[in-house]
Structures are given as C-alpha cells and as structure tokens.
C-alpha cells in the first residue's frame, strides 16, 4: 500500500538480476487484436518510459541489445512492482501504461562502466538497489509487525476494560456495604424501592439491580420504604408489592436486607 502512494507514474524497465535501470531500450505498443504496432518509444538513463492510450486492448514488446525479455520472478519486485508477463493491458478509459519491465541480460555493454559513471555523476551518491530493495522489504516487515502489536494491543485493552467492567458490577453487587431485596419472584423484570419522608413525601426512587441489590444515602432518620416491581419489559407501569415503616437510618446510608416473603 505504501508503494503504491510513492510509485512514480513512469514505468521503469530494470536488469531482474542486479535491480540497475535499463537504458535506450525500445518499448513497442501492440495492438492485441490486431497485433499491430501503435508506436515505440526509447527508455532514457534510468529505464524510464510512458505511454497515454485511448481505451483499449494492448501488449508491449521490449528490445534491447545484449538483453532478452524472460518471464520469470525477480527479487526487485517489491521496489519496481510486479513485472509485465506478455498478458493482454486493457483500458477502459484514457490512461497511462506503465508497467515495470524486467530484462535478462546475456551479455555486457562495450560501454557499462562508462555509462555507470556517467550516472553516479548525475544521481549523486546512490545506495546500491540490492540493499534499498532490502531496506524497503525491511520497512515493510516492520510496519506489519507494528500493525500486528498494536492491534494486539488494542484487543488486550478491550478486554481487559470488559473484565475492569465486570469485576465493578460483580464487586458493587457482591458488597457488603449493598442491601439486597429478598424475594423468589423479584428480578423478572426488575424494580425499584421508594424512601418517603414525613407526611408521606418522596425522598428518593433507588432503582435495584438484576439480583435485587441497592444503596442509598439520605439523611439520618426514621423513613417509609415501598417496593416496586416493574410489570413488563418496557418498565412504564409497576406494581407496588411491600411497604415498610419506620426504617431507622441513623447513619445517612440506607443499606437495609429486607426479606419478600
């Protein structure tokens, strides 16, 4: 994917066995239906070429001497790309043909160290393509491996706030600071109690949880406390099941058991 953001728009044709750039190597454009040459061009000092077509069916044909166009694998694919293997080039719309083109060499040009001079002199200093082959193989190992850790990561993460998540509710439901309603038949559809004050005002609606379990804190004193249960699964209309009065809370936390029998 990272390639395929950075790759230039020029197809590139490259030596498969040492990764060199290939130059003044004809690139003919066929016609596949026809089998019939549409133009050439000549690749410049970095094995580069470019064509624009309309839509259409096309193949490409490479010549060069000391060269041969050999149709097997090179270990420069992952920096050039996939090379071209003779298949049919279909365009449904107007758009440049690029394709790698990896060549066989048979044997040396009279001239191959002078043209290698000639282009360390323009590129500057140039990492050998063996090793900025590797090194981009490397990079990409890399990322992978990052991805991998950081997707474990956050997977470990999920879990582990789910499991956080569980032991709060186990614990809070579990304490010994809860009061519980006791009662066989509570919890189908959940409830809720209700604290009333002096002349039957209400202090506070505690819902209760799956198990019946509640906390609360009021005021110290002497309270009414009814017991709702919710009748269906939407939880509009409940029905009232115990009252109980004077409940003491002397200490501002309602944590009273109380048994539905």
Not at 138 to 157: D, E, N, P, Q, R
């Amino acid at each position: 994917m990272i390639l395929d953001m950075i790759k230039p728009s020029y197809g590139v044709v490259f030596d498969k066995a040492t990764g060199e750039y290939v130059d003044t190597a004809f690139i003919v454009l066929m016609n596949a239906d026809t089998n019939t040459e549409i133009t050439r061009c000549l690749t410049d000092m970095f094995g580069r070429y470019y064509f624009f077509v309309q839509p259409g069916r096309y193949k490409l044909v490479v010549e060069r001497t000391h060269f041969s166009v050999q149709y097997t694998r090179s270990p420069f694919a992952i920096l050039y790309g996939s090379p071209y293997k003779g298949a049919v080039i279909e365009r449904e719309q107007e758009s440049a043909i690029s394709v790698p083109l990896a060549l066989h060499k048979d044997a040396p040009d009279w001239n191959h160290e002078n043209k290698l001079a000639i282009k360390r002199d323009i590129a500057g200093h140039r990492v050998p393509l063996r090793w900025f082959a590797l090194t981009i193989a490397a990079a990409h190992l890399i990322i992978a491996v990052t991805l991998f850790i950081v997707t474990l990561s956050v997977l470990y993460g999920v879990l582990a706030v789910m499991m956080l998540v569980w032991w709060a509710v186990f614990l809070y439901d579990h304490s010994p600071v809860n009061g519980r309603v006791a009662w066989e038949k509570f919890g189908r559809n959940g409830g809720y109690m209700q604290i009333h004050g002096y002349a039957d005002v209400l202090i506070k609606k505690v819902p209760l949880t799956a198990r019946g379990y509640y906390w609360s804190l009021i005021p110290p004193g002497t309270y009414v406390v009814r017991l709702y249960e919710y009748t269906d699964e939407t939880h509009t209309t409940a029905d009232m099941i115990r009252e109980y009065h004077d409940v003491p809370v002397p200490t501002g936390i309602l944590n009273k058991s109380f048994l539905v029998e």
